[in-house]
């Protein structure tokens, strides 16, 4: 079964920025069959979508608070997605999980998902 680790996570001043990584592992297919998203939860609030990569890493979409701040990447050959954060605001604060998808456009619940690592903007 495909494996999803995330790492990256940690505290950071307003303004500051974080990378983010997803590596995948135990796959039986290629990866570059599977579309690959970022969700996060807050502390209180329902979990909500991020960003979105392609299968081929030429498509991207991102949630209208992030737009601007925050970039995904894919390296299909190292089996490993990443959200660059940029200019990070405490409402940034949360859990973000890495999870699949068939496409970007497909909103049905992800088969596979990371772990969770915890970003936290604070002064």
């Known amino acids: 079964q495909l494996r999803l680790v995330e790492s990256g996570g940690g505290l950071v001043q307003p303004g500051g920025s974080l990378r983010l990584s997803c590596a995948a592992s135990?796959?039986?297919?290629?990866?570059?069959?599977?579309?690959l998203r970022w969700f996060r939860q807050a502390p209180g609030k329902e979990r909500e979508g991020v960003s979105c990569?392609?299968?081929?890493?030429?498509?991207?979409t991102y949630a209208d608070s992030v737009k601007g701040r925050f970039t995904i990447s894919r390296d299909n050959a190292k089996n490993t997605m990443y959200l660059q954060m940029d200019n990070l605001k405490p409402e940034d604060t949360g859990v973000y999980y890495c999870a699949t998808a068939l496409w970007c456009g497909d909103s049905s619940p992800s088969d596979y998902w990371g772990q969770g690592t915890q970003v936290t903007v604070s002064s």
């Open positions: 990569i392609s299968k081929s890493g030429d498509s991207t």
């Open positions: 135990g796959v039986t297919l290629d990866l570059d069959r599977l579309a």
